[in-house]
């Protein structure tokens, strides 16, 4: 038998933080760019204009800038952070990690730290390791952030794809709680269908948009019940339910699969586009300053995309 | 039990009226979704993933593209 360290037992998000680029691109702007319209674009996605990375964006640099802003949120000092997770699936340099000069950047001494690969799930099932580590004391406070560049692996001559992905960053703070504020997380994958999302050449993202959207709008909802179930919350308890921002109808398909009518639910793909993992901290920043998430709210996330993998779990809004 | 195109036909344009809200009388065996309904390619799926709760008949992604009218989503049903 080995020592093991005494824990908590419960954890919960202290803050948020986000970052967007500056550089707004309008559906207008890319119908002198592409064949496409704004019509079509809003019919068929529910994007009117989304952020792109100028050349002064890195993975890194919205890494450090919307982790900042949940870190100074939280009250805590970055000496306080152990661990810090960056999910992210489209870093260029593989090597080193992303993690680690994000920390440093932020003045963070020593933490864990490394990179998470689970496509635009990639914050859920970060959020899922963050709440654990803290829960049986491998960490006291993590710092959980996804940051996405898309547009470096998006084809700008390719209108199916060019019109949906976008640019930006999200985080969040987990800490040690008296009580859960963080349902338990649920996850899963289906690498049967590896090739419904992936690099077309190895350098372009590319999606089979039906298939994607018949797996999306058929299958997820479940896993958004199970976890609501497995955290003992019933559908009429929650404030918002806030999915990956892959497609507007994707979003409202789900939604009113769930049997929460009074939940408010996330449509930051409007103006945000999808940001891949980036999305639901993004849209929970947003909505929280928008004051639409009021503290103590019972908020469902769910991610899903690219393996396929999915993941979603209950979250307290701090 | 086999339906009667006529009982698919009526069963579509319930489907049609559901996720579009198109009139089902203007479901017509000749229509063509795209052209005439003004049904776009993630429609198509919702009405795929809707024919087959109803009629118990799996129409498959790459299969969806090749069913252009209203009469085609018959006859694949009832083939």
């Given at each position: 038998?080995?020592?093991?360290?005494?824990?908590?037992?419960?954890?919960?998000?202290?803050?948020?933080?986000?970052?967007?680029?500056?550089?707004?691109?309008?559906?207008?702007?890319?119908?002198?760019?592409v064949?496409t319209?704004?019509?079509w674009?809003?019919?068929r996605v529910?994007?009117?204009?989304?952020?792109?990375?100028?050349?002064?964006?890195?993975?890194?640099?919205?890494?450090?800038?919307?982790?900042?802003?949940?870190?100074?949120?939280?009250?805590?000092?970055?000496?306080?952070?152990?661990?810090?997770?960056?999910?992210?699936?489209?870093?260029?340099?593989?090597?080193?990690?992303?993690?680690?000069?994000?920390?440093?950047?932020?003045?963070?001494?020593?933490?864990?730290?490394?990179?998470?690969?689970?496509?635009?799930?990639?914050?859920?099932?970060?959020?899922?390791?963050?709440?654990?580590?803290?829960?049986?004391?491998?960490?006291?406070?993590?710092?959980?952030?996804?940051?996405?560049?898309?547009?470096?692996?998006?084809d700008?001559?390719d209108r199916s794809t060019c019109v949906i992905?976008?640019?930006?960053?999200?985080?969040?703070?987990?800490?040690?709680?008296?009580?859960?504020?963080?349902?338990?997380?649920?996850?899963?994958?289906?690498?049967?269908?590896?090739?419904?999302?992936?690099?077309?050449?190895?350098?372009?993202l590319y999606q089979e948009g039906?298939?994607?959207?018949?797996?999306?709008?058929?299958?997820?909802?479940?896993?958004?019940?199970?976890?609501?179930?497995?955290?003992?919350?019933?559908?009429?308890?929650?404030?918002?339910?806030?999915?990956?921002?892959?497609?507007?109808?994707?979003?409202?398909?789900?939604?009113?699969?769930?049997?929460?009518?009074?939940?408010?639910?996330?449509?930051?793909?409007?103006?945000?586009?999808?940001?891949?993992?980036?999305?639901?901290?993004?849209?929970?920043?947003?909505?929280?300053?928008?004051?639409?998430?009021?503290?103590?709210?019972?908020?469902?996330?769910?991610?899903?995309?690219?393996?396929?993998?999915?993941?979603?779990?209950?979250?307290?809004?701090? | 039990?086999?339906?009667?195109?006529?009982?698919?036909?009526?069963?579509?344009?319930?489907?049609?009226?559901?996720?579009?809200?198109?009139?089902?009388?203007?479901?017509?065996?000749?229509?063509?979704?795209?052209?005439?309904?003004?049904?776009?390619s993630?429609?198509?799926?919702?009405?795929?993933?809707?024919?087959?709760?109803?009629?118990?008949?799996?129409?498959?992604?790459?299969?969806?593209?090749?069913?252009?009218?209203?009469?085609?989503?018959?006859?694949?049903?009832?083939?």
């Amino acid at each position: 038998m080995f020592k093991v360290p005494s824990a908590p037992g419960g954890a919960a998000i202290l803050s948020f933080g986000e970052y967007q680029p500056s550089q707004v691109v309008t559906n207008a702007d890319l119908e002198a760019r592409v064949d496409t319209t704004d019509e079509w674009i809003q019919s068929r996605v529910g994007i009117r204009e989304r952020r792109i990375a100028g050349p002064e964006d890195t993975v890194a640099s919205m890494a450090v800038a919307a982790g900042g802003k949940a870190l100074a949120a939280s009250g805590l000092s970055p000496e306080d952070i152990d661990l810090v997770i960056v999910a992210t699936c489209t870093v260029q340099d593989q090597i080193p990690n992303t993690a680690a000069t994000v920390a440093t950047r932020l003045g963070i001494v020593a933490p864990g730290a490394f990179d998470l690969n689970a496509a635009c799930a990639g914050f859920v099932y970060a959020l899922g390791l963050a709440s654990d580590s803290v829960r049986v004391g491998s960490a006291r406070n993590v710092l959980v952030i996804g940051s996405e560049k898309l547009s470096d692996w998006v084809d700008w001559e390719d209108r199916s794809t060019c019109v949906i992905f976008a640019d930006g960053a999200g985080a969040a703070v987990v800490s040690a709680s008296e009580d859960h504020g963080i349902g338990p997380v649920v996850w899963g994958s289906s690498g049967d269908r590896a090739d419904k999302i992936y690099l077309r050449e190895g350098k372009y993202l590319y999606q089979e948009g039906q298939a994607v959207f018949r797996w999306t709008t058929t299958e997820l909802y479940k896993v958004a019940l199970e976890a609501l179930e497995r955290a003992g919350v019933e559908p009429s308890e929650l404030t918002a339910f806030v999915p990956h921002q892959a497609n507007l109808r994707i979003v409202e398909s789900i939604a009113r699969k769930l049997g929460a009518p009074q939940a408010l639910v996330a449509r930051d793909i409007v103006t945000a586009g999808n940001t891949s993992s980036a999305s639901v901290p993004l849209a929970l920043s947003r909505m929280i300053e928008r004051g639409e998430l009021p503290s103590g709210s019972t908020v469902l996330t769910l991610g899903f995309g690219a393996g396929l993998v999915y993941a979603a779990q209950v979250i307290r809004i701090p | 039990m086999a339906l009667s195109e006529q009982e698919i036909l009526a069963g579509l344009g319930e489907i049609v009226e559901e996720i579009v809200g198109t009139e089902p009388s203007d479901v017509t065996p000749e229509k063509s979704f795209v052209d005439d309904l003004d049904i776009d390619s993630l429609s198509m799926v919702e009405i795929a993933v809707a024919a087959q709760d109803k009629f118990g008949v799996e129409i498959p992604d790459d299969q969806l593209k090749d069913l252009k009218t209203v009469q085609d989503v018959i006859n694949f049903i009832q083939k």
